[in-house]
């Protein structure tokens, strides 16, 4: 199937397009990138280089799609970091564009806003964006447990709170809801993973490595995407896709260095091509749980 995956875009890396794109096409997938920045690496590092895509650049891109007669092919838009409200827009005129041509397309988006301990990183606008706009177009929404916050309006603290604010979003569009980055109290520690429809409910849970790694939450984006355009009912495509980010976690946990919080090190990236099989034919696996 073909896949426009409009995201961020790193040189060094595996963050955004970065990582989306090679996974894809690692499941069978075509797949139409458009960055929304282009940059160095993830600002993570000590210094960045680059910086946002002009959105008619955006425009042109999606337009010489549309002027080809190509959106017809398109089985979903992947949607992930904007970069400018800008882009933003472009990007769901898209998702318009695409659906005007293909009905049955999806729109899967990840509304990157931040996480903790960081807290927001985009501005105010980006924030309404997605909450005013993205939310009500989508058909699968993917926010972490602190954007879920955010975007609900509702503090969580349970997984039945997960559960009821998670529904609140899909009263307003997506069919499909999955939470991420959720602490869990098993021994030892553990991240768990909800995929939450307007009837029922599913949880993955993991293992949690001590691992800073960027572009978990673009990865898992990209594998449920793969494998739930596959075929994969969405609780098997969830399984497969948190499955798959874990072995990537843990083998860049097992790679890591020490040093000062400013080296610049090859195990603070998730080891995406090195290790794309495991991504893939993740073992061990790790299955749903109906809640």
């Given amino acids: 199937m073909s896949i426009l995956s409009v995201q961020s875009h790193v040189t060094y890396g595996h963050v955004g397009n970065s990582a989306a794109v090679f996974i894809l096409q690692s499941l069978g997938h075509r797949v139409w990138p458009v960055h929304t920045v282009q940059l160095s690496n993830h600002p993570g590092y000590p210094h960045v280089g680059g910086g946002v895509v002009p959105a008619e650049q955006l425009t ?11 959106l017809d092919e398109c089985a979903a838009v992947l949607g992930g970091y904007m970069g400018s409200l800008e882009n ?6 898209a998702v318009g564009l695409v659906k005007h041509h293909q009905p049955e397309a999806f729109y899967i988006c990840d509304p990157v806003i931040g996480d903790r301990p960081e807290g927001v990183y985009v501005p105010k606008e980006i924030i309404d964006f997605y909450r005013d706009q993205a939310l009500p177009e989508a058909d699968v929404f993917t926010p ?41 109290q098993t021994p030892g520690g553990g991240l768990a993973t909800l995929l939450v429809t307007d009837n029922q409910a ?20 990209a594998l449920w995407t793969g494998h739930w355009l596959n075929g994969n009912p ?58």
């Fill in 60 to 70: 042109a891109i999606f337009n010489g799609l549309r002027d080809n007669n190509w």
């Fill in 88 to 93: 933003a827009d472009a990007t769901l005129k």
């Fill in 144 to 184: 972490n447990l602190f954007e879920l916050e955010i975007l609900s309006g509702a503090a969580v603290s349970s997984v039945e709170d997960i559960c009821a604010a998670a529904r609140t979003l899909i009263k307003r569009g997506p069919q499909i809801v999955i939470v991420t980055s959720l602490l869990t």
């Fill in 202 to 221: 599913w949880h993955v849970e993991t293992p949690l490595y001590p691992c800073k790694a960027k572009g978990a939450g673009d990865v898992f984006a």
């Fill in 234 to 291: 969405p609780e098997a495509a969830l399984a497969r896709a948190v499955s798959g980010v874990c072995s990537l976690v843990k083998a860049t946990a097992d790679a890591s260095v020490t040093g000062p919080v400013t080296q610049v090190s090859r195990s603070a990236e998730l080891p995406v091509v090195g290790h794309i099989n495991e991504a893939l034919a993740p073992t061990p696996f790790y299955r749903p749980n109906l809640l």
